[in-house]
């Protein structure tokens, strides 16, 4: 952290400041120049409140040197971390499929979607027990009973699953039945979720929250990591802004961006972003194109009668030809899926 | 709801999409024009899922008639709903101040801010026990025993006390010692802990999330609204955008948007929206101009050595300047504070 | 300008960047720390491309000191500037107001709400001639005829004028005709346009556009001040957000922060920033409670035909009401109208 | 465009708007429901402004069916446009490539790096003259000295020239000079300069504004479009949003919404959009995956010493790593560089 003085502050603040600032931090290095001193903090500054700094009299800024999340940071892990769910390594050489329906509906529904997702290639198996919607009128999902149907389908597909947490109440619950426990972009801040999943050997799917920028969600992930929880799996779904064709606006420069700040896999969910199953194709090529380690795609096998978010999902059929091009782009970024 | 067909629509395709329509809505209105048919759906259309509707191959577009919130609607509620918080009403001519600091720090702290606060007319202590920081390595509140502290702090001056929740877990906790629970900004999506917050008898603070629509915040009232809990407060504390030079960008125009759209009060945040301390007293002077029912604004008595937004806190001293000043304003606005 | 090194920088790769940045700057100064080496830039920094310095192998970060605005800036110029336009000062203690239709449509039409606006106080008259229409085909203004229109509103009620320029070409006209030369949201960046309007002597309104920063907006203000021309008024019109329940999201906090960055007056247009004529008036209070040093508000003696713009116009009935609370709020602020 | 009546609406204010409607549409048709009574408006409805009509006692709300652009819309022009350029085809099978400095600086530069990108299979060389520079202290172009060096590049390497116009006022000079005028994302909305294109015969090059929606883009291509030129090529580079790591973010969902919306080509711009060189080659890639018919790219061949957007710019070296990369993805999409 860097305090930078207004011009002619009398020695006597500086002196002031500098005590203050040395009971706060592990070195201080003053540096008297021209026309200003700076101050540098050294150490550990990530409990500072730079904007406290910035209220004492004679500082005119603080600049931030560091990030503020360190075991999600990529300076002290330069390795990818590669997490291990039921044989399938997520943030590897393999690119990783996760697929299914919005919501489980019905057994027939999850099992026949289920048994075309993994003939085409699919790695994981998708689907919401617990449903976030904005409306309390809208379909929330058939809770513990869309758990157990995900369980049957785990056993005659083997496709390992991911579902979606709404409360830290249903832990438990989704200790037992699920392999990916998933955090939605509405949750990404529900600082008292995270807590708890921090405390547990289960993977985490942690969403981008809509208003979220990349250093938020790489604090939710340090949430996550600093209970001793190490195996985070980001996913970027599109951000708010003020385009309204699609349904949010899918950041992936975020996915490079990343790559670059942090150790983490990352995957992209081009449904929820785009709201458009037509866009799906697409956007899915893209992500893999700029760096992916997966994706996250929601496939019905009726769409037009789904009980929510028919409008972004495909058809299996639809999958399998998307399926076929994401290896083509796979194979030139010297991957598989 | 309005269906507008493509041009061109054979009759066979309209009648098969009267039949599929008619299962779902109470009434279908057909209208056959030169260029396109429209279909309007009657009734009760809050369940249908419009993106479902377009995917159909005749249909060109599906555009919303109503607004989707209905208890939170002024529509069917046209008089403004006003709470009453241990004497205090909330949406009438009285202007309420809910004020205090970030964080509950120590009984001396709570204390005495409660007791300046009072002096210079404020109707409500609010003080946070739990809570909600971006970094896990950031102080996380006294939890209970800041809750305790509060209760002192009441017993001593006498005022209701506000304070945000973060996990339903914690619900009793919080129906025992608080006046009015808040939900922050990050959970008012949290459709779990809404859900609980329905089922009991305590008014709700419900601040708006930074990357949520005006209609978004009316939804997440309505999930409260919808369960049995009537008490209802709103609160604008400012939206995500490109403009960093302030935390955030304080949207007034929801002031008068919400009080044309719903019945239910909306206050003003004018310490998170802005993050700065010295632009408190014109935002707040702006809020109280443009129609807000009350103000909640962060007051330390040692801002520089606040365990958390010190930078955004005025001190007691300011805060008995400003509130004279909002004294003014809300006589010109023919209510009183 | 401060340059942040990586940590284990070797003292030839630091020798070297020194050398290379003492040719680019006044002064270098060096601060070797126990875990990094800072350097600080002195002296004029802003012809410096800080994204090319942090391309050097060894440079981890560049942070910015100072605002790139200088001839804007309040450091340098710490009193007010007070424009004066045909005997009315923007800026200071007098609050101006600008009203005016959309567009000039007819002589009488002009002339009618001149006459209405000056009886209810207004100090200038606004009216557009060359429209920027989002659409080719919607009305594009009545052109040199329109200000021609205007110079006889001017020469019957004695309001100065004030409309909006769309190219360089239309200088000498506007120059002849018109008191306050409007620059709008959609040529805030348009280069060639403010050099050309900086080589001249008369008063520039220059509107925020939709989706620049405050310090996007004083730099646009430099250009016309680094040309010569020093009367510059600026003008908060709204942002683009993802809120759309109005046609913008009109941004107060930007009043207090141009006021502290720099010594410029600032008005605020709540026609353009709602959309929506109900919200003028608490929007327009609430400008003046935040600190504007005017408005301009959009008046039509008949919205419902206006040729544009009408849903955000107000008639001249109502803007008298509008007026006479707004001298209130004036007053409190210890300013008038 | 569908005129939604409140419930109750008297026959008589009912009879009255459809009269006042009759005036201003071809046709239209009434629709008494049950609960509401619904107005369609038939044919040219692109100069009604909807906000006018929402102004009547009556009505509800207005919905717009249409898109307002007619020109560039898909919808009445279904085939692409294909642009032939100097015999490039931009808009077909072939994806072109723009690549050059942000700004021309000398003749042996420009000429260096034309060879450069032409031998590594670009097709168009960029470089700008004029340059829309936030600061008015930043280096501003060589102006048409500048456009005189690119003519030169140009005799020796045979590769057409796209350079940005600021000004209407530079037209002949670029008319003679270049073979694609590149309007920038700051003159998007400069209608003055558009209908001068508008009126020329050689291709434009139009790039999205920063917050500028995909209607609003093509609502800018329409004007170009209903003048009488033909060849206008889109570009997407970026949005204005939150989040700060990269320079804008990049909207690549806009390219298959366009080419949904829309006949004419588009491309991407990953330079600009991120503002930083490593991630120039992964954007690139990623937006040909999606769709894109063409990308421009800054190449420099001394990045830190350029001129300007030095950090953006990748090296003659690189942009032939990248261009192999990009050939092979081209391939996969059944396309060609």
Known sequence: MMVILKPNTSEEDLNKLVAELKEVCVE???????????????????????????????????LKVQEPFKKANRKFHPQDTVIDVCGNLIGGKQIQIIAGPCSVESEDQIIEIAQRVK????????????KPRTSPYAFQGLGQDGLKLLKIAKEITGLPIVSEIMSARHLDMFYDSVDIIQVGARNMQNFDLLKELSKIKKPILLKRGLSSTIEDLLMSAEYILSGGN?????????????????????????????????????????????????????LSKAALAVGADGLIIEVHNDPKNAK??????????????????????????????
């Not at 409140?49 to 209220?55: A, P, Y």
């Not at 003939?119 to 617990?130: I, K, V």
């Open 308 to 337: 929510c978010d028919g409008a972004q999902s495909i058809h299996p059929d639809m999958f399998d030809v998307v399926m076929k091009k994401l290896k083509k782009i796979a194979e030139i970024e010297d991957r598989f899926i």
């Open 119 to 130: 003939q085409s290639g699919a790695n994981f198996l998708r689907g919401g027990a617990f």
């Open 230 to 282: 190490t195996d985070v799996i980001l996913c970027e779904r599109g951000i708010r802004t003020f385009e309204n064709y699609t349904r949010n606006t899918l950041d992936l420069s975020a996915i490079p961006a990343i790559k670059k700040l942090s150790h983490l896999p990352i995957i992209v969910d081009p449904s929820h972003a785009s709201g458009l199953s037509w866009m799906v194709e697409s």
């Open 28 to 62: 201080v290095q003053i540096n008297v120049g021209v026309e200003r001193t700076l101050i540098g903090l050294v150490g550990d500054t990530s409990n500072i409140d730079k904007g406290i700094i910035e209220l004492k009299e004679c500082v005119d800024k603080v």
